[in-house]
């Protein structure tokens, strides 16, 4: 629904976007990347803020730049705003139902539909300029889906949220992926991002790193070994255990936590599969275990830092 071929796009002498080609389908895609790294010029240009300067970008199959055919299919969530702030919350959302072209008759119901939505109706009369930035959010997420966009453009949407805010932001946006729609959410908080969706864009420096499910991409990072904490009643015996399995290329015990064993492999799905029958051998019991190292945030310090 969204693709871009050699897309560059310079600022003079300043490459903010360096080659970059991807695409994106329905559901719901992390753009992600350290400040600088490019997210907000391809939103621009997948917005039709701007265009390119060497490249293609298309939207619907159509360019986005200037074209109101692509607008009026396409929600938008920016980071930065300059409403009215004599508006009322209802006011500014009709004001923008009309631009997305809503007929009249049906633009209060859709409007008063999107603001229940994002749960800001009680507020919805209130000048916007005594707004809280949560509640700005809310409106502006509430804007960009009153016309039911078939593509949802929200650039740092949880930023200001509280946490039952990102939790309602987030199941209005899982909605919308499962109805067919095409999301691209940027984000810097990870572990938020990580709970909607696996499938990534990771930009740095203007160019694109990694495109895809973040455990495929961890997968393929095979020179950083995978870490794997497990808790057990006899962690000395434990760790003598895995250091002696041929997928193990480390094992400590951690000081602060004596029962508290950290291993490292670079064949996570072979120990995974040995684990049981090891544990079980030696009568081992493992009370937990889980890996600090295959999320979305250590795959993005890894890509990103080396």
Request: aromatic letters at 4%; a neutral charge.
């Amino acid at each position: 629904m969204i693709t871009l071929e050699r897309a560059s796009r310079w600022y003079g002498q300043v490459v903010a976007l360096n080659d970059v080609s991807c695409s994106v389908g329905k559901g719901i895609t992390a753009l992600l990347g350290p400040n600088g790294a490019g997210k907000s010029t391809l939103l621009k240009l997948v917005t039709g803020q701007i265009r390119t300067t060497t490249g293609n970008v298309r939207v619907l199959n159509l360019a986005p730049f200037a074209n109101s055919a692509v607008y009026k299919r396409l929600g938008y969530v920016p980071e930065l705003e300059s409403a009215y702030e004599e508006q009322t919350g209802r006011q500014f959302v009709t004001f923008m139902a009309a631009l997305a072209g809503i007929p009249g008759p049906e633009r209060n119901s859709r409007v008063a539909a999107a603001l229940e939505k994002v749960a800001i109706t009680a507020a919805a009369d209130r000048k916007m300029g005594g707004y809280s930035k949560g509640m700005r959010q809310r409106v502006k997420v509430a804007q960009a889906i009153v016309h039911d966009p078939e593509v949802l453009i929200l650039d740092e949407p949880l930023n200001g949220l509280d946490p039952v805010g990102r939790r309602d932001i987030g199941n209005i946006l899982i909605e919308h992926a499962a109805a067919g729609k095409c999301i691209v959410i940027s984000s810097h908080i990870l572990h938020e991002v990580e709970h909607l969706t696996r499938n990534i864009l990771l930009l740095h420096k203007g160019r694109l790193l990694a495109q895809g499910d973040i455990y495929t991409i961890r997968a393929l990072i095979d020179k950083h070994p995978h870490k794997v904490q497990l808790e057990c009643g006899k962690a000395r015996q434990l760790a003598q255990t895995l250091a002696g399995m041929d997928s193990v290329v480390s094992v400590r015990i951690d000081r602060a936590n004596a029962g508290l064993v950290e291993i490292e492999t670079p064949h996570p799905d072979r120990f995974y599969a040995d684990l049981p029958g090891i544990a079980e051998h030696n009568d081992l019991e493992i009370t937990a275990f889980h890996s600090p190292d295959n999320n979305l945030e250590a795959v993005f310090n890894y890509l990103v830092h080396s």
